[in-house]
Structure formats: C-alpha cells, structure tokens
C-alpha cells in the first residue's frame, strides 16, 4: 500500500466524516468517539493476528484491511495523520529498535 493510497483513504474518511451518523459508518465511529474507535482498533487487530495464526492468507489480508482502515479513524480522530507515522517511522530509520526503545521517555 502506498502512501498515496492511504492519503486517498483518509480523504474519504475527512469526507464521510461530515455525513449524519444515520448515513455513513464512518461518521458513527467518529459520533461514538475515541474510545469505541479505539476499541475497533484493537478488534481488527485480534481479528488480524488470529487470521495470521490460522495461516489463512485471504483472511489476514482482509482483517489487515479492516485494522489500517480503523487506525486510519482512530488517527483522525484524534488530529493525527499516517503522514506524521511515517514521518516517525523515517525519524527512527538507521536507528536499532533496541537503541530506539531504550531511548523513549519512560511513562
């Protein structure tokens, strides 16, 4: 998936965003806010990990689909982007992940 696909994605989600929740999916997630989006996230994300385990190739590729597009909300919606993950990820790169983890402030 490139990048350009997934900005085309979130300018569908910014679109359908403004639709009434009656009328669009997108548009419930965001009325139900953070949290149930959130809650979405982590779904699609069991969801993909049992399909990765269970070796089905469809199926991970489906459920993937389903946890980019609801990260993709959940980034929305709290006034983020998959331009600024990506720009942490080049942040990181040439960087150990051990050395990078290390690295994070401690919460």
Partial sequence: MS???LAYIE???AERRKASPE???VSSLFHRGTAHIAQKVGEEAVETVIAALAQDKKSLESEAADLIFHL???LADRGS???N???ELRRREGVSG???KAARPKS
């Fill in 23 to 25: 009328d669009s999916y």
């Fill in 81 to 83: 982007s998959f331009e």
């Fill in 72 to 74: 993709a909300v959940l």
């Fill in 98 to 100: 051990h050395a990078e």
């Fill in 85 to 87: 993950v990506f720009s």
């Fill in 11 to 13: 300018s569908v989600i």
């Fill in 3 to 5: 990048e350009e696909t």
